[in-house]
T-cell receptor, first 113, second 112 residues
């Protein structure tokens, strides 16, 4: 099974409320990524886990949290959603030392009202 | 500036003609350059990639070229079909650091 799953597919949130998005894969990939995609913009890397080590991009460091309780699951957590968080959130996984190919999930469309 | 610039953002071609998408990157340490195709409602899917030790790669009707000196790479779709209509993303990666930067995407429409 080479699929990456994301839940939920659509999420509606209120300004100031927390949001938790879930990603899972069963390919035993050691690295999992989260991207934010807004219309007419490139997917933007937010953070990635290599095994248990979390790497966050400098400009999104304080806005997003993540956890990876085991190899298969990775979450993206927004403590207090703002209108600017409305976007598609894409999860991907890959295997270090492999070709670098990333497998993407279908995305979660987050709308903050 | 953007780590990866992708042009054009919109591309319309006649069926059976060629389509070309160009990307430039900033980080000279980038060594892996994948191309993804995303159809409406679907995940982005890898269609072809090239590593920095190659200048050209072809898989059937897909050709990728890499010019490391110019920090430029391109995707060429020959003999386009309506089924090639989709969003295409280029990306550049340094596999040592796993930083992965996408272009903004090209919306390709192949007109029957």
């Amino acid at each position: 099974d080479t699929t990456v799953k994301q839940n939920p597919r659509y999420k509606l949130a209120r300004v100031g409320k927390p949001v938790n998005l879930i990603c899972s894969q069963t390919m035993n990939h050691d690295t999992m990524y989260w991207y934010q995609k807004k219309p007419n913009q490139a997917p933007k890397l937010l953070l990635f886990y290599y095994d248990k080590i979390l790497n966050r991009e400098a400009d999104t460091f304080e806005k997003f949290q993540s956890s990876r309780p085991n190899n298969s699951f990775c979450s993206l957590y927004i403590g207090s959603a703002g209108l600017e968080y409305s976007a598609m959130y894409l999860c991907a996984s890959s295997r270090l030392g492999g070709r670098g190919e990333q497998y993407f999930g279908p995305g979660t469309r987050l709308t903050v009202l | 500036g953007e780590q990866v610039e992708q042009l054009p953002s919109i591309l319309r071609v006649q069926e059976r003609s060629s389509a070309s998408i160009n990307c430039t990157y900033e980080n000279s340490a980038s060594n892996y350059f994948p191309w993804y195709k995303q159809e409406p409602g679907e995940n982005p899917k890898l269609i072809i990639d090239i590593r920095s030790n190659m200048e050209r790669k072809q898989i059937q009707g897909l050709i990728v070229l890499l010019d490391k000196k110019a920090k430029r790479f391109s995707l060429h779709i020959t003999d386009t079909q309506p089924a090639d209509s989709a969003m295409y993303f280029c990306a550049a990666m340094n596999t040592g650091y796993q930083n992965f930067y996408f272009g903004k995407g090209t919306s390709l429409t192949v007109i029957p």
